[in-house]
């Protein structure tokens, strides 16, 4: 899709991806909505991780649109944590530019180097999860045990099916605020629909009708 547009958003440019196609005057413009749907609903949350610290489990689609936009958002340091598979060299590709694109330092780690993990999650004010792990088909949890966790961290994982995942269940039962990927899939939305129209979703109304319950 990149190579089918005249020009890229900033996010699309540097993740590569193109979800959304604005005709301005015949100029096609790519943009990718799934970091800012991300951003949107951390923010709904109360949990926005600019000027933050965050850790970031995975850098596959989803997670690189999100590491990029939180990063240009304005998020202080993403530690992001991958097993060394097909999207290693891709993540850090990206992480490369983003750390000479932005202000934001990001640090690529295994996500064997548990000890790391643990560390950088100290620090952090929010632990997302972009890995297909704890999917209804992939059940499990890449956070080994609550001693992880600390008071201040807030945890969300981009999973909708199931609605709680088991990352989740054991941040809200060490007393964590935690939220899934619901909200994601609906402001992405809300951020294309407002490329495409220059207006804002009706979001109140389309939780209310689509994503209650």
């Known amino acids: ?9 900033p996010g699309a440019a540097i993740s590569g991806a193109v979800n959304t196609v604005v005709n301005e005057d015949g100029i096609l413009t790519g943009y990718t909505t799934d970091g800012t749907g991300w951003m949107m ?4 949350a109360g949990h926005s991780p ?27 340091q993403i530690d992001v944590f991958n097993a060394q598979d097909s999207f290693w060299p891709h993540a850090q590709n990206i992480i ?15 996500l064997s180097d548990l000890d790391a993990l643990k560390a950088c ?15 209804t088909r992939i059940p499990g949890c890449l956070i080994p045990d609550a001693s992880y966790f600390h008071s201040g ?10 609605k709680e995942t088991q990352l989740l269940k054991m941040a809200r039962e060490a007393g964590l605020d935690a939220f899934n990927g619901m909200d994601m899939l609906m402001y992405q939305g809300a951020a294309a ?6 207006l ?14």
């Not at 899709?1 to 958003?9: A, C, F, K, R």
């Not at 961290?153 to 199931?162: H, K, N, Q, R, W």
């Open 41 to 44: 609903s951390a923010n709904a």
């Open 200 to 213: 804002e979703m009706p979001v109140a109304e389309i939780r209310a009708k689509y994503f209650a319950g």
């Open 121 to 135: 999650m100290a620090e952090a004010s929010i632990l997302l999860n972009t890995t297909p792990v704890g999917m």
């Open 50 to 76: 600019v000027g933050k610290k965050m850790v970031q489990l995975g850098a596959g689609g989803a997670g690189t649109s999100i590491l990029v936009q939180a990063a240009i958002d304005g998020v202080e």
């Open 153 to 162: 961290l807030a945890v969300s994982d981009v999973i909708y099916e199931p």
């Open 96 to 110: 490369g530019q983003l750390n000479a694109k932005t202000q934001c330092h990001v640090a690529l780690h295994t």
């Open 193 to 198: 629909f407002k490329l495409w129209t220059g």
């Open 1 to 9: 899709m990149t190579q089918l547009v005249d020009q890229l958003s």
